[in-house]
């Protein structure tokens, strides 16, 4: 599974929906379709620190990061090959 599958899958299963049958796309605006709310939120920057081994810093909380699947797989690259450039310091 690869990490857009592996993102839009959690959304997916952790949505505040009455339609067991929703399908994102990678460019699916969460918070514009009313679907997040600030709860869902903070469990989805909880599950990408704990599956993903990154510190999320204040900086990177800011809505846009995790607008779309796309959004947050590029946080997430970012956030690694930071952890990857620190490592090699």
């Known amino acids: 599974m690869n990490l857009h599958e592996q993102i ?3 959304i997916e299963q952790n949505l505040v ?3 067991d049958e929703i399908e ?3 460019d699916d605006h969460i918070f514009e379709m009313g679907f997040v ?3 869902f939120a903070m ?3 909880t599950f ?3 599956n993903f081994r ?3 810093d204040n900086k990177d909380l800011d809505i846009a ?3 779309t699947v796309n959004r947050i797989v590029s946080l997430i690259e970012k956030k690694q090959s930071g952890a990857v450039a620190n490592e090699n310091s």
């Open 43 to 45: 469990k989805l920057v």
């Open 48 to 50: 990408l620190e704990q």
């Open 37 to 39: 709310n600030s709860l």
């Open 24 to 26: 994102l796309s990678n």
């Open 54 to 56: 990154f510190q999320l």
């Open 8 to 10: 839009r899958e959690y």
């Open 65 to 67: 990061n995790f607008s």
């Open 17 to 19: 929906v009455f339609d």
